[in-house]
């Protein structure tokens, strides 16, 4: 449960520095996010709309991640830092919309 609530602390924090490295016309959602243990990578997955800016936002973030874990370092203790962050996209979002549009469509085709 500590771990847990240590996530989404590190989720919410984490979320108001990209805010910083993300332009206002993008709407971003940190979905998830492994932590390491002593020092190792953490890994954060993040859904990104509009997707075509998706791939440019990811490198940026992890062309700055240096800068992104000491303003983390700053905001929050944590006992082990990561050596690392790296920023992963997801687009199951987008997927699951996908998946609902055919499904509206066959079922239309159905009646």
Do not use: C, H, W
């Not at 993040?46 to 000491?70: G, M, R, T, V």
């Amino acid at each position: 449960m500590r771990s847990e609530r240590k996530k989404f602390l590190i989720m919410e924090i984490l979320a108001k520095i990209l805010e910083k490295y993300i332009e206002n016309d993008i709407v971003f959602t940190i979905l998830n996010l492994s932590l390491p243990q002593k020092g190792g990578v953490m890994k954060v997955i993040l859904s990104i709309f509009p997707d075509e800016k998706a791939e440019q936002i990811i490198n940026e973030l992890n062309k700055n991640n240096a800068k992104i874990k000491n303003e983390l370092k700053r905001n929050i203790y944590l006992r082990y830092l990561p050596k690392r962050i790296i920023f992963k996209y997801s687009n199951e979002l987008k997927e699951a919309q996908v998946l609902d549009k055919i499904l509206k469509e066959t079922s239309k085709n159905i009646d």
